[in-house]
């Protein structure tokens, strides 16, 4: 029985990646994001072990088109969020580290208020092994998502991602002004 609660959280979990590689890549990061929005970092991106990508609801509802299209099918638009959609790539030396579920996350608009606040789901790290100069070393990465619903949120987001209870990386999501 316990081979077979393993086999489907595994199972799940290559659903989950499978579905969020057409716009993940594990080996460079989670840097593009929605073109409508800017994502910045404190500490600045180089330094942290997370990363984020934002797609705003419009985004979302322009892919629903475009695979309801390849799928001859009408659009499904009540699958879309109202304001849009948050993956985090959390990376480690460590397996637990890369864990969602030790990270917490926090996201508030610019009226301070607190639009949502979960703890990352439990999910089995994959892996990269790499050597240079004879030193070898593993990554362990993880990928999280959240929609967010609530229509009545005020760019720029602020989320707080923090880590094991002390590192702290503060991200905000804010609309682009050109």
């Known amino acids: 029985m316990k081979k077979k609660i393993i ?4 199972v799940t979990q290559l659903i989950i990646c499978s579905l969020m590689t057409s716009c993940l890549s594990l080996a460079g990061g989670l840097i593009q ?6 994502v910045t970092y404190s500490p600045p991106l180089q330094s942290v072990r997370t990363s984020i990508r934002f797609d705003g609801a419009e985004y979302l509802r ?4 475009i695979k309801a299209e390849k799928e001859l099918r009408e659009p499904d638009y009540s699958v879309v969020p109202t304001v849009g959609r948050i993956f985090l790539l959390l990376k480690d ?18 009226t301070g208020r607190e639009i949502y606040r979960a703890n990352g789901k ?12 004879g030193q070898v070393r593993t990554i362990w990465t993880a990928i999280d998502f959240f929609l967010i619903y ?29």
């Open 122 to 133: 439990d999910i089995i790290p994959d892996y990269k092994v790499s050597s240079f100069n």
């Open 93 to 110: 030396g460590n397996i637990d580290g890369a864990n969602p579920k030790n990270s917490l996350y926090i996201l508030k608009d610019n």
């Open 7 to 10: 086999l489907a959280v595994i």
């Open 62 to 65: 322009d892919a629903e088109k």
């Open 150 to 178: 609530d229509d009545t949120v005020e760019f720029p987001l602020f989320l707080r991602v923090v880590r094991f209870g002390d590192e702290t990386i503060d991200i905000t999501i804010a609309e682009k002004t050109e």
């Open 33 to 38: 994001t929605d073109k409508m929005y800017r």
